[in-house]
């Protein structure tokens, strides 16, 4: 008899991390940032969902844009500042944003309110992906999903 498999968890059961992977200089304002990757809870492989908690004051990630995955966000509860080239934008519940992979239009999402703001973000999990920071010296290099940070000029971090 195999053993059973449940269809269905609670998302909060999902591992959680907290933090950031960036290189030290660039982690403030993401200490408290919590991730539970839902997709991974289920062995998911063509795309990630991610439950993100982002507390007050805190920062989803440098402003960034992907080479080749796109990137959706679907906000559940709280209120964040979108930041991209363009402009600032308040967003919370209900709304949902979508970047393409390849344009150039860096983005992050600050909580500049009051209370804690969770959203989901859905990506593609693309291979070879490559994520460009416009704003520091930081490119993120993907080749078969293993990934390293950079320098601009290429160098190691």
Known sequence: MTKSHKPAIAADTAPAQRGTD????????????????????????????????????????QRHWHSNEDELVYVLQGEMTLITDASEQ????????????????????????????????VGDRSPNDTVEYPDIDLRYVSKDNKGVFLHKDGTDY
């Open 22 to 61: 960036y290189p030290e200089a660039f982690a403030g304002n993401i200490n408290e940032r919590t991730n539970r990757a839902l997709g991974d809870a289920f062995g998911l492989t063509n795309f990630g969902v991610n439950l993100v908690c982002l507390p007050i004051g805190e920062i989803s990630s």
């Open 90 to 121: 308040t967003i919370g519940p209900g709304m949902t944003v979508g970047f393409p992979a390849g344009v150039e239009n860096g983005h992050q999402l600050v909580n500049r309110s009051s209370a804690d703001a969770v959203f989901l973000v």
